[in-house]
């Protein structure tokens, strides 16, 4: 029998996404803004774009040491913009669905590239710029991959903190503090550019308790189950807010 080619359901969901957010007036103005946080070199690329999709083009475009270098930036920049981050992940979109597609066997969501997308945000925000100069591109991929899915075959579970049953609801109750507060207000906003519900509740939870595992043992799963959705629930965390923005 013939095997059915099914699309990437995920994957399309984000490029339906990109294609709104690519030419949207506050994403072009974002884009200009960073100009004047990027080398002279790069700065005019960020000043005359148009729409973001012109970026993505200047960093697969055949002058290697140029794109490389523009990718770079971007992935500087989504350190503390959520859009650049966006962006750098469009970038990526094709390479991670290569890559994780012999993964799907191990993927909790089903689509292993929904997986790697989570785990290429965390690539993303830990990439080391400094160091890592070269072939940008591949590393997050490569970087991606592995948090996705190597990662947990190739070692052990971490252990986790124990945390007597009678106590994990007086954990989730955690005290308030000014990271709290920020989180709040990053909850708050994220509710009213449409994320689930049962995302922000994860991401509440994991923040009390300061462990997947005792996540896990309150909803009865594994620690890895609450790791992938917390990446996905990240995901879409990330994508509201550049919207948002």
């Avoid at 080398?39 to 083009?57: H, K, M, N, S, V």
């Avoid at 066997?105 to 925000?125: C, K, M, Q, T, Y």
């Avoid at 106590?167 to 550019?193: I, K, M, Q, W």
């Avoid at 309150?218 to 965390?237: E, G, H, M, S, Y």
Wanted: one cysteine or more; glycine letters at 6%; a positive charge.
């Amino acid at each position: 029998m013939t095997e059915i080619h099914r699309p990437h359901r995920f994957s399309d969901r984000l490029d339906a996404e990109w294609q709104h957010t690519a030419t949207a007036r506050r994403t072009v103005r974002t884009i200009h803004s960073w100009a004047e946080l990027v080398p002279t070199a790069d700065a005019a690329r960020f000043g005359q774009l148009t729409d973001a999709q012109e970026l993505i083009d200047a960093t697969q475009r055949a002058d290697g040491d140029a794109g490389n270098s523009l990718l770079l930036q971007l992935v500087g920049l989504a350190r503390h913009d959520a859009l650049a981050g966006r962006i750098v992940v469009q970038r990526l979109l094709p390479g991670l669905i290569s890559a994780a597609a012999k993964y799907r066997f191990l993927s909790e969501a089903g689509d292993p590239a929904e997986d790697a997308v989570g785990a290429a945000w965390i690539a993303i925000r830990n990439y080391d710029i400094a160091r890592r100069t070269r072939h940008v591109a591949a590393g997050l991929i490569s970087d991606a991959i592995y948090l996705a899915f190597r990662r947990d075959a190739r070692r052990q579970l971490p252990a986790e903190t124990s945390t007597e049953p009678r106590l994990l609801g007086e954990r989730v109750a955690c005290p308030p503090s000014h990271a709290l507060v920020e989180l709040a207000d990053v909850v708050r906003t994220a509710r009213l550019a449409g994320v689930a519900l049962h995302d922000l509740d994860l991401i509440r939870a994991l923040v009390c308790t300061g462990s997947p595992g005792a996540v896990a043992r309150q909803q009865c799963v594994t620690p890895r189950t609450i790791r992938n959705r917390r990446d996905r629930a990240i995901v879409r965390l990330q994508q509201a807010l550049a919207i948002a923005a």
